[in-house]
């Protein structure tokens, strides 16, 4: 089976410093049961086959995925504390395995589920729709359920179609919408070349052996009493929340390289958001890549008018949603994977975006019927989903990514910078810019 656009973009992107993958750690109540959650994984593995197939060249420029045995996804255990690994550690050859990583930590009262996806296997709704399986299997299994763990078989067929998208007739949303879709998305991702950000001075980085696996990973619960305000003041802007956090980081950004001794230019600076671009069709389709990416980018100057900002925001998204435009962006990505000049470019320290934003909404949508509630929390047989956090991979000249979701009323927030030029105290300052600059619209 052939790697479809995206998942190429993946692979070819992927390098041991910046490894196209992103960590997804959840924590449940209770103690995990170690025979059961590794059954569980097999089974759940048989409906999501990608991830748990490697890869395998087959011609210039030319990839398959190969059938990779099941039994070398082994979950790793071990008790709260204990590491994970170092950042030596953190890329996934998947030309020598799957690209899922598992590890088990775990306490008296509560337990760490750390995953490790690659990107050329599943975006972050795959990860999601995968975990959920899972759990589901193990609750199952663990309550000696009989019957199916599933509550519906998925279609494998179905991948087939994984790279196949669909974009709105010119007539249904106008050649002046249109033509305007394909500049932002393609010809202004060209032009607009964006500025990485600022690197800090005389920091002391530590040895990547001395690091550890998902170094300068950060995470932020905001206030349940402050989502409704700030979903009031997206309301009252004709705006959605997720313009806000593109807005806040931003402003994040520019203010991030003022204190750095940057000052707000012309210079660009572009935000990358991945686009789910799911069908209704697509409800049985396992984990995979139904995604693209959509960069918007503005002058760093533009954050000296922070309302006049939210609103342009505003009116790309609802282009990005209505025109689909960052299909336009795989299809450029597919002419390019056929010129032999364009994998060296790809290959550049240049920089794509500034920043990373990646929201993947509420957190129990993911869930269905076979998971009650309580307290607006998830149940897992005889266990409680605490929270969640994860954050999406960047690559090399991109130096800050954002991960959001909200939970039971709460909305988290998570960041991760680059670990070869930040520290964890950096990681940590720019994070508490982000919030700042979030605060100021709730």
């Known amino acids: 089976m052939p790697l479809e656009t995206f998942e ?11 490894p196209m993958t992103f ?15 590794q059954k569980a994984l097999d089974r759940t ?18 990839w398959e995925w190969q059938t990779s045995e ?74 000696g359920r009989s019957g199916e763990p599933f509550s519906e078989p998925l279609d ?51 040895e990547p052996e001395d690091r550890s696996i998902f170094a300068n990973f950060r995470s932020a619960m905001i206030d349940p009493a402050r989502l409704p305000l700030l979903l009031e003041a997206a ?38 958001m991945p686009s ?36 342009s925001f505003r009116q790309e998204t609802v282009q990005i949603k209505k025109t689909r435009r960052g299909v336009l962006f795989l299809k450029w990505i597919g002419r390019l994977k056929k010129t032999i000049g364009f994998l060296p470019g790809l290959k550049s320290k240049q920089c794509f975006s500034t920043v990373v934003l990646s929201n993947l909404g509420r957190l129990e949508s993911f869930f269905d019927e076979r998971f009650p509630t309580r307290e607006g929390k998830v149940i897992i047989g005889k266990h409680t989903l605490q929270d969640a956090v994860f954050v999406p991979p960047f690559r090399v000249s991109t130096h800050a990514s954002l991960g959001v979701h909200s939970y039971a009323g709460q909305l988290t927030i998570s960041l991760r910078c680059d670990p070869h030029f930040f520290t964890e105290e950096h990681s940590q300052e720019f994070l508490d810019i982000f919030l700042q600059e979030l605060s100021r619209w709730g």
């Open 8 to 18: 190429w973009y993946m692979l070819l992107d992927d390098r041991p410093q910046y």
């Open 276 to 311: 789910n671009l799911r069908d209704p069709g697509d409800e049985l389709m396992p984990a995979t890549n139904r995604v693209t990416l959509s960069f918007i980018s503005r002058r760093a100057k533009a954050a000296s008018k922070p309302e006049e900002l939210l609103g």
């Open 23 to 37: 960590p997804y750690h959840l924590t449940l109540s209770g103690q995990i049961e170690k025979g059961p959650f």
């Open 235 to 272: 309301r009252a802007r004709n705006a959605t929340l997720n313009d806000l956090l593109l807005c806040s980081l931003f402003l994040a950004s520019v203010e991030w390289d003022r204190r750095q001794g940057q000052k707000p230019n012309r210079r660009w600076v572009r935000i990358s």
């Open 45 to 62: 593995l048989d409906r999501h086959p990608l991830l748990a197939m490697k890869v395998k060249k087959t011609g210039t420029r030319r």
């Open 70 to 143: 099941k039994d070398t996804v082994q979950v790793d255990w071990g008790e709260q504390g204990e590491t994970l690994g170092t950042s030596e550690d953190e890329w996934i050859d998947l030309t020598c395995g799957p690209g899922l990583r598992v590890w088990v930590r775990q306490g008296n009262d509560s337990a760490d589920l750390h995953f490790q996806f690659h990107h050329s296997c599943c975006d972050g709704v795959g990860a999601m729709q995968f975990t959920a399986d899972l759990l589901g299997a193990y609750a199952h299994l663990v309550e």
């Open 156 to 206: 494998v067929d179905s991948l087939s179609r994984r790279g196949v998208f669909s974009t709105p007739p010119i007539k249904e949303i106008g050649w002046g919408t249109y033509l305007q879709a394909r500049f932002q998305g393609v010809i202004g991702w060209i032009l607009r070349l964006p500025t990485p950000l600022r690197r800090p001075e005389e920091a002391v980085i530590p």
